[in-house]
């Protein structure tokens, strides 16, 4: 086995473990959300569903978009954990080519590589669909978020937001649906 093949080898075995999903191939290049407003994009979000991360280990995961300065957001992601303690964490969300204002990429800790984080969708009010993927050799990472304004989202919105995924490549099945349940999600809102 050559060196390729085994750094291959332990990312799969890695993500495998781990609940990532890592797909062989280099990641698609899905339309995003034309004429993105990051100005209406601001606010609280609650996700809906999501592929596994090895960073998400808890229920009623919201993220907070907040202005800093132009063409960049402030990040609070938060989410419930087992034991009943709630996790947070802050970073920023930067336009990399403001010609593409819906490719945005993020960032959590100083001097990590940031992260992309491509609105496919959205219509501001009630829903969003958000897309990443990172290429590793021949393998390529993929995250994705359903997200809504409130704890819920109609399932036909989840649904078109599903259709829109499968289109592009994303193992729809692989997808978990987030605990936004009032009385589980109670340590968020106090």
């Not at 990532?20 to 990641?27: A, E, Y």
């Not at 290049?29 to 592929?51: C, H, M, S, T």
């Not at 969300?93 to 993020?106: H, N, R, T």
């Amino acid at each position: 086995m050559n060196s390729l093949q085994v750094v291959s080898l332990a990312l799969l075995l890695a993500a495998a473990a781990s609940a990532q999903v890592l797909k062989f191939g280099k990641c698609p290049q899905p339309a995003v959300q034309a004429n993105f407003d990051a100005a209406r994009y601001l606010g609280k979000w609650y996700e809906i569903e999501k592929l596994p991360t090895t960073f998400q280990k808890g229920q009623c995961s919201t993220a907070v978009y907040t202005l800093k300065s132009p063409g960049v957001v402030g990040v609070l992601n938060s989410e419930v954990l087992d034991d009943g303690t709630v996790n947070s964490i802050e970073g920023t969300a930067a336009v990399k080519d403001p010609a593409e204002p819906a490719k945005l990429e993020v960032s959590f800790f100083e001097n990590s590589p940031p992260g992309p984080y491509w609105v496919l969708s959205t219509d501001y009010k009630s829903h969003a669909l958000v897309y990443g993927c990172t290429d590793f050799i021949l393998f390529r990472m993929e995250f994705t978020w359903i997200m809504s304004r409130g704890p819920t989202l109609p399932e036909e919105t989840v649904q078109e937001l599903r259709s829109i995924l499968s289109s592009v490549g994303v193992d729809i099945n692989k997808l978990v649906p987030t605990n936004q349940d009032k009385a589980y999600c109670a340590p968020l809102n106090q």
